[in-house]
């Protein structure tokens, strides 16, 4: 079955801190795979697009990485701002069109 | 350039009615999705219009359905509206050839 999980579901960390967001997909067959940040009550924003061929995206603070083998991917944020409260989605697309999407990941980022 | 635009952004219906939310897409971009996310079911697909016509579909029932004019305009109806329905509906588009959608602020719809 194509289904993407997340964890933690929620997240709270200091501001300053770093922290690392966790995906697991067994999507098939694989295309690429996103993750967004959606602050509440807003559209998804795009931070990240990784191919099969890559293990590792930066987009400033963010840095994804991505194990192909195990299908497994992180998203590592670095240096927690108070703006980084959001979710966190994990989007695999399959098949070249079809969006599998995880739960999320909660996190709040306190002073 | 000008984001997705959807309308309205906040909208309380009663349960049985109808309701209609529109989705503006990006300038030139002809592929635009619609997603319901709610708290315990998170992001779903609900269909796809390219060129005013349905790509592809998600599981949704009937009551559920949309249309795309030539101008890539997209509008999506929900009729007999349940409390169920209440949600943060989401439109996306993408330029062809590109599947990098960029999402729209979201209607939350909430069924009373």
């Known amino acids: 079955k194509n289904q993407v999980e997340q964890s933690p579901q929620s997240l709270i960390i200091l501001e300053g801190k770093n922290c690392t967001l966790q995906?697991?997909?067994?999507?098939?067959?694989?295309?690429?795979l996103r993750w967004y940040k959606q602050d509440t009550g807003r559209g998804p924003v795009s931070l990240t697009i990784m191919t099969f061929s890559e293990n590792t995206k930066s987009n400033g603070r963010y840095t994804a990485t991505l194990d192909a083998d195990t299908k497994q991917s992180s998203l590592h944020i670095t240096a927690s701002q108070l703006s980084d409260s959001a979710s966190y989605i994990c989007v695999v697309v399959r098949n070249g069109q079809n969006f599998v999407f995880g739960p999320g990941t909660r996190l709040s980022v306190l002073p | 350039k000008a984001g997705v635009t959807q309308t309205p952004r906040y909208l309380i219906k009663t349960r049985g009615q109808q309701v209609t939310l529109s989705c503006s897409p990006i300038s030139g971009h002809r592929s635009v999705s619609w997603y319901q996310q709610t708290p315990g079911q998170g992001l779903q697909f609900l269909f796809e219009?390219?060129?005013?016509?349905?790509?592809n579909k998600g599981n949704f029932p009937g009551r559920f359905s949309g249309r795309q004019f030539s101008n890539s305009r997209s509008e999506m109806n929900v009729s007999t509206l349940e409390l169920g329905d209440s949600a943060l509906y989401l439109c996306?588009?993408?330029?062809?050839?590109?599947?990098?959608?960029?999402f729209g602020s979201g209607t939350r719809l909430t069924v009373v």
């Open positions: 996306a588009s993408r330029p062809d050839g590109d599947y990098g959608y960029t």
């Open positions: 219009y390219f060129s005013e016509t349905q790509r």
């Open positions: 995906c697991n997909y067994t999507v098939s067959p694989f295309s690429n």
